[in-house]
Each structure stands twice: as structure tokens, then as C-alpha cells.
């Protein structure tokens, strides 16, 4: 599996942004898929993860209630729409996919972006 993020940028505090990842591929619907982040200096972190079909998401609580993400299996591609950005969100965004594991770790996923950098200023 290939994974393209897009969609970052610099952005005021309370601005959105949408992200996308676009996979290759024709198994993407078999594969959980998940946005971590990295902040300068800072460890990789989870952000959020659905499931192949869709129906089952999982968030970190520091983006609870602003972040959503989604998919669209017939495009092979996941979303995750910011709104209400905060300067602490400023970080490298990673898409990964993966099949089994832990679903809000890193090492749940066995393949991964390049990353899309979003920054926000306050």
C-alpha cells in the first residue's frame, strides 16, 4: 500500500484545514487507517483512526470534538477535517494504514505517508 497525503498548510488559530490520503491499491476497504502527528522535538503521536468500513472511529482526547476523520473506500482515500485549530496542533501529519494491532499506537500500522505539515499561528 502507497500512501500520498495533501491538504496541509499555515493557518490562523480557530481556521480548519482538510486533509487527505490517497492510497493505491484494491484492498484499501481491508485496511484501518489512521492520522498521527509529530510536533517538533516530540514523539509520534495518535490523532484518530476509522475502520475499514467506516463505522468505527477512535480519537485522542486532545482533538475530540474538533478533528473528524473519514473515508471514502471508492475514491481509496481518508479525510481528516480540523476545525477550531490551535498553535499546540502545529506538527508533520501522518497517514498509515495497518491490519491488526494497537489501533492508537504507531505500531498499529505497518505503512505509512510522507506526511503533509500543518502549522498554525496564533
Known amino acids: 500500500v502507497q500512501l500520498v497525503e495533501s491538504g496541509g498548510g499555515l493557518v490562523q488559530a480557530g481556521g480548519s484545514l482538510r486533509l487527505s490520503c490517497a492510497a493505491s491499491g484494491r484492498t484499501f476497504s481491508s485496511y484501518r487507517m489512521a492520522w498521527l502527528r509529530q510536533a517538533p522535538g516530540k514523539e509520534l503521536e495518535f490523532v484518530a483512526t476509522i475502520s475499514g468500513g467506516g463505522t468505527s472511529t477512535v480519537y485522542a482526547d486532545s482533538v475530540k470534538g474538533r478533528f473528524t476523520i473519514s473515508r471514502d473506500n471508492a475514491k481509496n482515500t481518508v479525510y481528516l477535517q480540523m476545525n477550531t485549530l490551535k498553535p499546540e496542533d502545529t506538527a508533520v501529519y501522518y497517514c498509515?494504514?495497518?491490519?491488526?494491532?494497537?489501533?492508537?499506537?504507531?505500531?498499529?500500522?505497518?505503512?505509512w505517508g510522507q506526511g503533509t505539515q500543518v502549522t498554525v499561528s496564533s
Open positions: 498509515g494504514a495497518g491490519t491488526g494491532g494497537v489501533v492508537t499506537a504507531p505500531r498499529g500500522y505497518q505503512y
